[in-house]
């Protein structure tokens, strides 16, 4: 039975809270839809990948990972204040948009694509927070590894999976 290593097609299901105590679930995947990842490109956590290596079909695992080893800290420098008028199309400010809580896609000045989350409105300033969602949480995973598979040599020059669970060319 093939064991989690460089270049293997690990599919697996995790629940994914805050610390083992929580209750509260940010995030579930489950067997219908598995998460689905060519192990070993850096493409996850380094330190998820470092608890995954060795287990193999069927087998279930848990651990935490520290905030600063997960997505870092909250950046205080990631509070961001835009003008209400960035919000405007064709003149018309985008009320429906603007509510506390809101993820909006954004762009900064170098024209990367940011997500940021709306803090606060103020009169003429929208608060948006750029921080990782997971920002300044120690992360906690428990889960089951449904299969282990040897990549093709397609998927290992690509550095992603492809077909079922994988990433699709058009």
Do not use: W
Not at 13 to 28: A, R
Not at 94 to 108: A, H, T
């Amino acid at each position: 039975m093939l064991t989690i290593s460089e270049n293997k097609v690990v599919r697996l299901t995790y629940e994914l809270s805050e610390d083992s105590n929580k209750e509260e679930i940010i995030e579930k995947v489950d067997k219908d839809q598995p998460a689905t990842f060519l192990f070993g490109v850096g493409g996850l956590l380094p330190e998820f990948e470092q608890n995954l290596f060795g287990l193999k079909e069927g087998d279930s695992f848990k651990f935490s990972i520290a905030s600063e080893n997960a997505y870092g800290p909250n950046d205080p420098n990631a509070l961001v204040d835009i003008p209400k008028e960035a919000f405007t199309i064709d003149g018309k400010l985008q009320d429906d948009m603007l509510k506390v809580g809101n993820i909006l896609p954004m762009r900064d000045n170098e024209d990367n694509f940011l997500q940021g989350r709306i803090l606060e409105l103020r009169d003429d300033v929208v608060i948006m927070d750029f921080n990782h969602p997971l920002a300044g949480k120690d992360l906690y995973f428990k889960g089951t590894i449904v299969e282990v598979r040897e990549a093709t040599a397609e998927e290992i020059s690509h550095g992603h999976v492809h077909g079922e669970g994988g990433h699709h060319h058009h």
